[in-house]
């Protein structure tokens, strides 16, 4: 492994931007000071008017593998990733097989550990009759439990009441949840389907999975989360109602509920269906610029913990069909710091806080071992960002297996010059070097 020393950088890390330099030793940050000398056989790399970043740690990506391949495989996905500065992810357990087993569960860390540019891990499923299979996950070495309290794509409903007051009244280790109403969304279907009995605009994903169908099953997780004092985290929060839910003026890691938005919902709205159609269409919906705007609000007071994209890629073919056979999801994992840099242009939120939402506080709530931090001892995962340098999205620069995304023809206001993975230099402008692989993910768990 190659030692580095990253000289004149511009360090975005726990609520400051300093400049200095950081020394790269076997793979963890070995020093990190206003000035460092040359020290053996490092490689040095000249960062003036660069600025480094704790890599992103996505905590909800879907890279289809085993099953749905001809959608996407964990090495593409992860190259994808890496080219965005997101050096770790957490994918989830609704592939084919559901990783409802540890056999299954084992399977996709093996898949992983052979071909995952970007450091991994993986959710146990959660599902209505597998409770004795979700108490045996490790605590040390899995990110977490995933229930789907609402069906989305790859059905992995959990709809008994008995099943979720057992597993949030059981489980040691965080739970990660879906939330939507499933009797609100099929009697809504059921409306719109007597409507548009043959095709449907995507307009009305937010008017069939809507506020009240989010509101009704986040507010039930939560009450069995306080009842049974459980650790939750709730995915992809999507509408202004589910905020008041949500502790405010606390530190996150404090927190025994916590919750997630993606950079979807804080991009998009539902004026954007009429352009993009379903390339936007995903669960829960995109909805109106209202949403929107105090999704947005709500990462300065501290109820949206972190930042996500909940990457779903399908095939272009598959994404082309009318809105009743059209999937749900988007292909997002290279473009989610990209997107906020351009919101923090806008005034959304600052520099030191997209290192905060996509980094630290991940790793706190997910208690990483070694990660989310630019810390001397911890691994070197660093996204060095260039604010100067545009870049313009465009089918060949895409490193999806999909070949699509939503954001084409969008020229961002900057761009990933270099990725480190566990110290490896994965990616630098444009290429990758797969010589290292990413590790598994471990958690400082009592």
């Known amino acids: 492994m190659s030692n580095y020393l990253l000289k004149n950088a511009k360090i975005v890390n726990e609520g400051q931007i300093i400049e200095g330099d950081i020394r790269i030793s076997n793979g963890r940050i070995d020093k990190i000071a206003s000035t460092i000398s040359l020290q053996g056989n490092e490689q040095i790399m000249d960062l003036t008017g660069k600025h480094v970043f704790p890599g992103m740690i996505d905590d ?116 990660a949840t879906h939330c939507e109403d499933e009797a609100t969304v099929k009697a809504r279907t059921k409306l719109f389907r007597d409507k548009y009995p043959e095709d449907a605009p995507a307009l009305i994903h937010p008017l069939i999975r809507n506020e009240e169908a989010c509101y009704l099953s986040s507010s039930m997780a939560v009450d069995l989360a306080k009842k049974w004092n ?141 990660r989310g931090f630019i810390r001397e001892g911890y691994w070197a995962d660093l996204a060095v960002v260039d604010f100067n340098t545009p870049q313009k999205v465009e089918k060949p620069n895409l490193h999806y297996q999909c070949q699509w995304s939503p954001m084409e023809g969008h020229t961002f206001h900057s761009s990933i010059a270099h990725t480190f993975v566990s110290g490896h230099l994965a990616y630098t402008q444009g290429k990758f070097n797969e010589s290292q692989l990413g590790k598994r993910l471990l958690f400082d768990r009592d």
Not at 70 to 75: L, P, R
Not at 253 to 263: A, H, P
Not at 340 to 365: M, R, Y
């Open 60 to 175: 909800q990506v879907h890279f289809r593998e085993p099953g749905l391949t001809h959608k996407a495989h964990i090495a593409s996905e992860a190259r994808a990733a890496v080219a965005g500065g997101v050096t770790s992810f957490m994918e989830m357990p609704n592939t084919v097989p559901n990783a409802l087993s540890q056999e299954i569960l084992a399977d996709k860390y093996t898949i992983a550990q052979r071909s995952s540019l970007a450091n991994y891990s993986f959710f146990m499923g959660a599902g209505n009759d597998n409770l004795e299979e979700v108490l045996k996950t490790n605590k040390q070495d899995v990110c977490g439990i995933k229930i789907f309290m609402g069906s989305s794509t790859g059905n992995m409903l959990v709809d008994n009441s008995q099943t979720l007051e057992n597993i949030f009244s059981k489980s040691e280790l965080l739970i």
């Open 230 to 370: 459980t650790r939750l985290h709730i995915l992809h929060i999507s509408t202004e109602e589910e905020l008041a839910l949500f502790e405010t003026g606390k530190p996150s890691k404090d927190k025994r509920i916590t919750s997630e938005v993606c950079v979807h919902h804080l991009w998009f709205d539902a004026s954007d269906y009429e352009k993009l159609d379903n390339q936007i269409k995903c669960n829960p919906a995109i909805k109106d610029s209202r949403h929107k705007n105090a999704l947005r609000k709500a990462l300065q007071s501290g109820s949206l913990d972190i930042i996500a994209t909940d990457h779903a890629p399908h095939t272009w073919e598959e994404k082309q069909q009318g809105y009743w056979k059209s999937p749900s999801g988007l292909p997002l994992v290279q473009h989610p710091l990209l997107m906020l840099f351009d919101l923090e242009k806008e005034g959304v939120l600052s520099l030191v806080q997209i290192a905060e939402k996509t980094a630290h506080t991940v790793a706190e709530i997910f208690q990483i071992q070694d």
